[in-house]
């Protein structure tokens, strides 16, 4: 669905505008001539040459004058009908492509709710020993700085590390000569500190001078 949700939408958008173009073919069509009257008129003229008094005169002249009014109030409606058409096309496609963002954004709200935390940017600011995950700032000590730096480094390069060649590039060592229990080590402690901390903000509120407290609604409680 995802793979030709984008196709389905285009498809969707012209198949309305198709439609509102052909209806817009079919009612201009259907609408009268603008210079029907005014021919009808004429032939009245020409059909009845013994129309000879003022008066006779003067009504066709009236008719004559009508005809045009009417032609020009016609051509009017036929820009009027466009101008709605346009519109009720741009309102339609806006409605399909406000549609599909709606569908989307359920869809990855949904995705998070399943994978819960999901990390949109990460800013390792070594100064202020802080980690900043989505603008969430966590304090971390030198060693998990460090350990965080190097695992930062080696995502970038889509590489895998082992516990030794993490403890060699913290050390300066060479990996051969390190424990992989070190570096397994360091990555306890690194996630130790991500996790109090990521418990602390997102779940269990710490309030001043109160206590703790859940940081959730409490509707989605259930205790079996």
């Known amino acids: ?11 969707g958008i012209a198949a309305v505008v198709a439609v509102l173009l052909a209806g817009a073919v079919v009612l201009l069509w259907a609408l009268p001539d603008a210079n029907v009257f005014n021919a009808r008129v004429e ?4 059909e009845n040459d013994d129309l000879t008094t003022q008066a006779e005169i003067k009504l066709l ?21 466009v101008v709605l058409l346009v519109f009720a096309s741009a309102m339609l496609v806006a409605a399909m492509v406000f549609l599909f963002m709606l569908v989307g954004f359920n869809r990855r709200m949904a995705q998070i709710e399943r994978t819960g935390i999901q990390v949109n940017s990460l800013l390792i600011s070594r100064e202020e020993n802080t980690v900043y995950l989505n603008n969430l700032g966590f304090k971390l000590t030198a060693a998990a700085m460090e350990t965080m730096s190097v695992l930062a480094e080696a995502r970038m390069d889509d590489d895998v590390l082992s516990g030794s060649e993490i403890e060699g590039m913290i050390s300066g060592r060479n990996a051969a000569d390190c424990d992989e229990a070190a570096g397994a080590t360091r990555i306890k402690r690194l996630r130790d500190t991500l996790g109090n901390q990521l418990v602390s903000e997102l779940l269990v509120k710490n309030i001043a001078r ?15």
């Open 43 to 46: 032939r009245i003229f020409i």
């Open 210 to 224: 109160r206590g703790y407290m859940l940081a959730i609604n409490k509707d989605v409680i259930k205790v079996l």
């Open 61 to 81: 002249e009236i008719l004559a004058q009508s005809g045009t009014a009417f032609s020009e109030t016609l051509a009017s409606y036929r820009v009027v009908i």
């Open 1 to 11: 669905m995802r793979r030709f949700g984008g196709r389905f939408v285009i498809g």
